[in-house]
């Protein structure tokens, strides 16, 4: 696979010029967004601390190493089937939710929860992996969840969102910055995971990244034209299904639901293919390049535009609420480019069937 030249972009420091905050989801009409679609490291002429594939250089070390993969989830099999894709009502009709189309897809497996800590640890430990977020030095982190010394120590953040920040030192294993770890949570999904690091990942343990057709047939649970993987009510029998926001966004999240922050995964119900955390606790990269145009015409096991500049990604995050980033529905949907790393952004991995 070519590399695309935000790949080899040199993350500069704190005069700015390493973001873009083109502010995607605060256009005119738009109405109010998280920021987080907008989280872009910038293309510059500078080079990339590492400009090989890295999920072409890791992917061979299953075959070089015996790999233990007792820590990989569990796959479920979902079989082919025709769905209903995007919907005709859409919640931020500039992210291309609709129109609602007929899809086919095939048979595939999906992972039942996002990829945690701990399994992201034993790929790192097998390999030696270094994501994208360690080798520019920084990634974006919800200036709620920063200590006042970290806090202390910044010198600037996203001016149209003023709670996210690049945060030196912040990566998977130092979710808020350099004065925190994952020593509690191993059963937490992974964080700060470029699109590259998801891709590093799936190909070493001999999946791969699901296409937003066949994420989107997942996260649906068998249920059709509904909102979210478990019907249209956000809260049946006044219980929570998903870690959201509750309270006033950015300022105060009262957790209602138990949880300021991600949560370990399968912490939630699970929707009616046995899939946990579709919607809410952390996005979840797709496959497929972003597009916001799309037709009517019945398609089979689309795999999105062959170029782009961005990646598709699903589910909304513990950040959602539907004042601010309504996105935590099955049809809703961003996007970020492929380098991009966030304390609300992990994946899980797919699979097709065995012949």
């Known amino acids: ?3 695309s030249p935000w790949r080899c972009g040199a993350f500069l420091s704190v005069i700015c010029v390493s973001l873009k905050f083109a502010v995607n989801g605060l256009e005119a009409g738009s109405g109010p967004d998280c920021g987080c679609s907008s989280l872009n490291r910038e293309p510059s002429e500078g080079k990339h601390p590492s400009c090989e594939n890295p999920a072409d250089k890791y992917s061979a070390v299953v075959n070089e190493k015996s790999s233990d993969h007792d820590t990989l989830s569990k796959m479920v099999l979902l079989q082919g089937s025709w769905f209903l894709m995007g919907t005709d009502e859409p919640g931020i009709p500039q992210d291309g939710e609709g129109p609602q189309r007929r899809v086919w897809l095939d048979a595939f497996h999906i992972e039942e929860h996002e990829v945690t800590n ?10 030696g992996y270094v994501t994208e977020a360690e080798r520019f030095g920084d990634s974006f982190v919800f200036e709620g969840l920063l200590s006042e010394d970290i806090k202390s120590s910044l010198s600037h953040a996203v001016a149209a969102a003023p709670w996210w920040s690049p945060v030196k030192g912040a990566d ?3 979710p808020e910055g350099p004065d925190s ?4 949570r191993m059963d937490h999904p992974v964080l700060h995971v470029s699109w590259a690091d998801a891709q590093a990942y799936c190909q070493w343990a001999q999946r791969r990244l699901p296409t937003e057709a066949e994420w989107e047939f997942a996260c649906r649970g068998g249920l059709q034209d509904r909102l979210y993987p478990w019907g249209n009510k956000l809260m049946p029998r006044g219980q929570h299904y998903a870690n959201l926001w509750q309270g006033n966004f950015p300022n105060h999240n009262t957790a209602e639901d138990g949880y300021s922050k991600a949560s370990p995964v399968m912490s939630f119900p699970a929707n009616e293919f046995g899939l946990y955390d579709m919607v ?3 996005w979840e990269w797709t496959a497929d390049w972003w ?3 799309h037709t009517r015409d019945h398609s089979r096991n689309p795999k999105g535009p062959e170029t782009g500049t961005d990646k598709v990604k ?7 609420h539907k004042s601010y980033c309504y996105r935590y529905r099955c049809a809703a949907r961003s996007q970020n ?12 991995c797919a699979a097709d069937p065995k012949l």
Not at 314 to 320: D, E, L, Q, V
């Open 172 to 174: 998977w294993r130092h």
């Open 280 to 282: 809410g606790n952390v």
């Open 337 to 348: 480019t492929p380098d991009s790393s966030a304390s609300n952004l992990g994946f899980r």
């Open 118 to 127: 701990k399994q992201f640890q034993r790929f790192t430990n097998q390999t």
């Open 314 to 320: 699903k589910g909304g995050s513990y950040m959602c």
């Open 181 to 184: 770890d994952i020593a509690d």
């Open 1 to 3: 696979m070519a590399l």
């Open 291 to 293: 597009n916001v145009h």
